[in-house]
């Protein structure tokens, strides 16, 4: 593993925004959080998927997809590099400072978390043919669990890729050694892509998901999380991973958030279709009943190149201060050719949103 500390800079860029009065007083762009992943220098330039984790020790840890891993030159340009990007990476944020964990050959970046195929082959199989783009996490006896989709690339093109089933990967604390690669088979038997969300409840630890746009939900006892899991089937629970069934009747982003504030739960997301929309729906239970929809934030976009989107907002529950909570979003261009030319875009953006607009 290669661990290298990141100090952040930021660079404005031209965008254009439909925010409100309203929206204004009660959502703030986090500078901070910003700052904090946007490096010049050698490292890391980039990221998406953006989930976090808090770890026992008060560290938390950063969980992102496909990672540009090189150089950003004083211009803002990035340096190219061969493999373009990793498929996933960690950054381990302990206060103020930051520590960015890959593998690293000697000779080629990887990803932390590599697909038994590729390995197998000695990458003759490529990471650009076979990978995983990391979920959700959380932290069980002292390990740290991080769901993780596995990803076939079946025709060209930006995405050309199939989904191939979900693992959860175990690391030791605090020294985050891979232990343990377990494969997760319920979702190839109902379709759903696992991970995407968890939340540890009282009694259950609740794992989401989404199929065909919609959000479906399994449980585990939180005292053995190796039990076997239960299904919502929009009614009641079962034990037939087939039985599932949505949630909610919400379009939802792949990537998203259910949090619990004051005995309520929020389902945070991003709308489909690479909206720019993030919404936030309430309920009594954290499986059903989603109702009470609000518009928290409409993500700004650049006026410049209508080729940018964003996408896959999630919630930092552990960064909660007087401003409100803080809520990621990822940015991206569909043109590979943009990452090079503005370094600025391929990154996590930040924002926060009071508590007030959030609950009444």
Same mark, same amino acid.
């Given at each position: 593993?290669?661990?290298?500390?990141?100090?952040?800079?930021?660079?404005?860029? =031209?965008? =254009?925004?439909?925010?409100?009065?309203?929206?204004?007083?009660?959502?703030?762009?986090?500078?901070?959080?910003?700052?904090?992943?946007?490096?010049?220098?050698?490292?890391?330039?980039?990221?998406?998927?953006?989930?976090?984790?808090?770890?026992?020790? +008060?560290?938390?840890?950063?969980?992102? %997809?496909?990672?540009? /891993?090189?150089?950003?030159?004083?211009?803002?340009?990035?340096?190219?590099?061969?493999?373009?990007?990793?498929?996933? @990476?960690?950054?381990?944020?302990?206060?103020?400072?930051?520590?960015?964990? *890959?593998?690293?050959?000697?000779?080629?970046?990887?990803?932390?978390?590599?697909?038994?195929?590729?390995? $197998?082959?000695?990458?003759?199989?490529?990471?650009?043919?076979?990978?995983?783009?990391?979920?959700?996490?959380?932290?069980?006896?002292?390990?740290?669990?991080?769901?993780?989709?596995?990803?076939?690339? =079946?025709?060209? +093109?930006?995405? %050309?890729?199939?989904?191939?089933?979900? $693992?959860?990967?175990?690391?030791?604390?605090?020294?985050?050694?891979?232990?343990?690669?377990?494969?997760?088979?319920?979702?190839?038997?109902?379709?759903?892509?696992?991970?995407?969300?968890?939340?540890?409840?009282?009694?259950?630890?609740?794992?989401?998901?989404?199929?065909?746009?919609?959000?479906?939900?399994?449980? /585990? %006892?939180?005292? &053995?999380?190796?039990?076997?899991?239960?299904?919502?089937?929009?009614? =009641?629970?079962? !034990?037939?991973?087939?039985? @599932?069934?949505?949630? $909610?009747?919400?379009?939802?982003?792949?990537? *998203?958030?259910?949090?619990?504030? &004051?005995?309520?739960?929020?389902?945070?997301?991003?709308?489909? %279709?690479?909206?720019?929309?993030?919404?936030?729906?309430?309920?009594?239970?954290?499986?059903? +009943?989603?109702?009470?929809?609000?518009?928290?934030?409409?993500?700004?976009?650049?006026?410049?190149?209508?080729?940018?989107?964003?996408?896959?907002?999630?919630?930092?529950?552990?960064?909660?201060?007087?401003?409100?909570?803080?809520?990621?979003?990822?940015?991206?261009?569909?043109?590979?050719?943009?990452?090079?030319?503005?370094?600025?875009?391929?990154?996590? !953006?930040?924002?926060?949103?009071?508590?007030?607009?959030?609950?009444?």
């Amino acid at each position: 593993m290669k661990r290298i500390f990141i100090i952040g800079t930021i660079i404005g860029t =031209v965008l =254009v925004s439909c925010v409100n009065k309203e929206e204004k007083k009660s959502v703030v762009i986090d500078d901070e959080f910003n700052e904090y992943f946007y490096q010049k220098g050698d490292g890391f330039t980039g990221g998406d998927g953006t989930y976090s984790v808090l770890l026992p020790d +008060g560290r938390t840890i950063w969980i992102f %997809g496909d990672t540009f /891993v090189g150089a950003v030159n004083d211009d803002n340009t990035r340096t190219k590099t061969d493999p373009i990007y990793i498929r996933n @990476s960690f950054i381990v944020q302990d206060g103020s400072n930051f520590e960015f964990i *890959f593998n690293d050959t000697g000779y080629v970046n990887r990803s932390v978390m590599i697909p038994p195929q590729v390995l $197998a082959s000695d990458f003759e199989i490529s990471e650009y043919e076979q990978w995983y783009w990391p979920g959700d996490g959380f932290v069980d006896n002292n390990y740290l669990k991080i769901f993780a989709s596995e990803f076939h690339q =079946v025709d060209t +093109g930006m995405w %050309g890729f199939s989904w191939e089933g979900t $693992a959860l990967f175990t690391y030791s604390l605090p020294d985050l050694k891979e232990t343990k690669v377990e494969i997760i088979d319920y979702g190839l038997k109902n379709g759903v892509h696992y991970g995407h969300a968890v939340l540890e409840d009282e009694n259950f630890l609740y794992i989401y998901g989404l199929c065909e746009g919609k959000a479906h939900v399994a449980r /585990v %006892g939180i005292a &053995n999380v190796n039990d076997k899991w239960e299904f919502f089937n929009g009614e =009641v629970w079962t !034990k037939n991973p087939e039985d @599932s069934k949505p949630m $909610a009747d919400i379009n939802g982003s792949e990537q *998203f958030s259910i949090i619990k504030l &004051n005995d309520i739960y929020y389902y945070f997301t991003q709308d489909g %279709g690479l909206s720019p929309e993030i919404h936030v729906y309430s309920s009594q239970k954290p499986y059903t +009943g989603w109702t009470n929809k609000k518009h928290l934030y409409t993500t700004p976009l650049d006026s410049l190149n209508s080729d940018i989107f964003t996408y896959n907002a999630v919630v930092h529950p552990q960064f909660i201060d007087e401003r409100g909570i803080l809520i990621s979003y990822n940015t991206n261009s569909f043109k590979l050719s943009d990452h090079y030319k503005d370094a600025g875009i391929y990154r996590p !953006k930040f924002i926060r949103v009071s508590l007030n607009k959030i609950d009444n």
